[in-house]
């Protein structure tokens, strides 16, 4: 665990999975991968789940007490979000996410932005942060990007299976150091139309969209706002350029400290 001086160890509130079925009695529960939690304690934070309520009063609150927010993957977004129509064979490739998880990261989105907090997304959170700033995803690369690579690979979650070539300016290449970054990937969906407050900063070769962050006009909305769609979690303990997005992250939360 890094260590700040004169500062304390920063609160990083994380979003969790919903799952239908817990494991004590059978409800509606909530879940979240170790790996997020070890690449943030690895960068000097400390982490916290976010509770299952879809409320704006529990989550403003809770936003309130962190210091930056982390936006995880998981199942797919509801469509509802960002298309009016949807054909048969498209609605057949998406697994929604179960619960109010939807509701509940708009609110939260909402409210980082309303109290200037950090935030990075990964994967779902990713196409998320696009989601609620107005923007659309494409919803199966495999029917609608033709020529695109594989990017659905669990198979290989933990490791490189493609490359992502990096803007030169961008917070990310700056965070890396570098101009082509390995990463991982196991997701079928991606960000379509980029909403307007957000630029584009790293993409496959296919021309899937890798990374985001906010357009260098609305820079003063948030102190630090980066989204990747791989998962640097699963790579940070063996790639060190993916445990400096979470130190970065963390560093940026140390800033904002009151």
Known sequence: MQKFKSKKPPLILISPNTEVKGDEFGDTSISLSETYQKAIAAAGGIPLVLSYFASKE????????????????????????????????????????????????LILIDEVFRQRKPILGVCRGHQMMNVALGGTLVV????????????????????????????????????????????????HQAVGQVAKLLRVTAASDD???????????????????LTVQFHPERLAPRYPEHQEIFNSFTRACILNQK
């Open 207 to 225: 021309g899937i969209v890798e990374a985001m962050e906010l357009k260098k006009e609305a820079a003063h909305l948030l102190p630090y706002l």
């Open 58 to 105: 529990i989550v403003a609150e809770t936003v309130r007490h962190c210091d930056g927010v982390l936006l995880t993957g998981g199942d797919d977004i509801n469509p509802k979000l960002y298309t009016k129509t949807l054909s048969p064979k498209l609605r057949k490739t998406v697994t929604i996410e179960p619960g109010e998880r939807d509701l509940r990261e």
């Open 140 to 187: 199966d690369i495999a029917s609608q990007v033709p020529g695109a690579i594989n990017h659905r690979r669990p198979d290989k979650k933990s490791e490189i299976v493609h490359e992502a070539r990096l803007t030169a300016d961008s917070l990310l290449a700056k965070i890396t150091g570098i101009q082509k970054m390995g990463v991982n990937s196991t997701h």
